[in-house]
T-cell receptor, first 112, second 110 residues
Framework: EPEVTQTPSHQVTQMGQEVILRCVPI?????FYWYRQILGQKVEFLVS????????KSEIFDDQFSVERPDGSNFTLKIRSTKLEDSAMYFC??????????FGSGTRLTVV | SQQGEEDPQALSIQEGENATMNCSYK?????LQWYRQNSGRGLVHLIL?????REKHSGRLRVTLDTSKKSSSLLITASRAADTASYFC??????????FGQGTELSVKP
């Protein structure tokens, strides 16, 4: 069964550093998303991406965040200057239509 | 405003029993989805029900949607120890954005 692949599975970074979280969505999917889940809290929407542009973003997705689809297969989330409160599990997801996602297994980001 | 709030927050049952989880939401939706998450792992899509549907089945799962009450329920029949996980409802808009609830922690004792 097709999968959404996320790398790395765990990233530790120092406060103020830039991180790039990588995702390989399912190949024929057109919609791409990033979500995050702070430990013990609910899953929160960050951004959706369709047709090579952001289609919707949340208040969390401020200027420190950016997304890119640099080639036909990867979808990345960059956090420019990480803060302690960015520590969370980050999930990438993709869908063929705007419903019925496949989520990746997540990247656990720890900011120290 | 909160959206997709589940109850109960935690549910503990014996293997073989049925588990029912409820979800309420506040705004209009395009669809409602249920996901499962094992501890520290990714989200697994279980079932999607569109706003014009009232009931859907998938194996041992049965989902209902009442748009007049803005509520949904997930029933897992004949539960197994392997069903132990957190279950989340999520409401979807036309653009695909999902808003998740806090989840129900289900524990199925063998």
């Amino acid at each position: 069964e097709p999968e959404v692949t996320q790398t790395p599975s765990h990233q530790v970074t120092q406060m103020g550093q830039e991180v790039i979280l990588r995702c390989v969505p399912i190949s024929n999917h057109l919609y791409f998303y990033w979500y995050r889940q702070i430990l013990g809290q609910k899953v929160e929407f960050l951004v959706s991406f369709y047709n090579n542009e952001i289609s919707e973003k949340s208040e969390i997705f401020d200027d420190q965040f950016s997304v890119e689809r640099p080639d036909g297969s990867n979808f990345t989330l960059k956090i420019r200057s990480t803060k302690l409160e960015d520590s969370a599990m980050y999930f990438c997801a993709s869908s063929e239509q705007a419903a019925g996602y496949t989520f990746g297994s997540g990247t656990r980001l720890t900011v120290v | 405003s909160q959206q997709g709030e589940e109850d109960p927050q935690a549910l503990s049952i014996q293997e073989g029993e049925n588990a029912t989880m409820n979800c309420s939401y506040k705004t209009s939706i395009n669809n409602l989805q249920w996901y499962r998450q094992n501890s520290g792992r990714g989200l697994v899509h279980l079932i999607l029900i569109r706003s014009n549907e009232r009931e859907k089945h998938s194996g041992r799962l049965r989902v209902t949607l009442d748009t007049s009450k803005k509520s949904s329920s997930l029933l897992i029949t004949a539960s197994r120890a392997a069903d132990t996980a957190s279950y989340f409802c999520a409401t979807g808009n036309q653009g695909g954005k999902l808003i998740f609830g806090q989840g129900t922690e289900l524990s199925v004792k063998p």
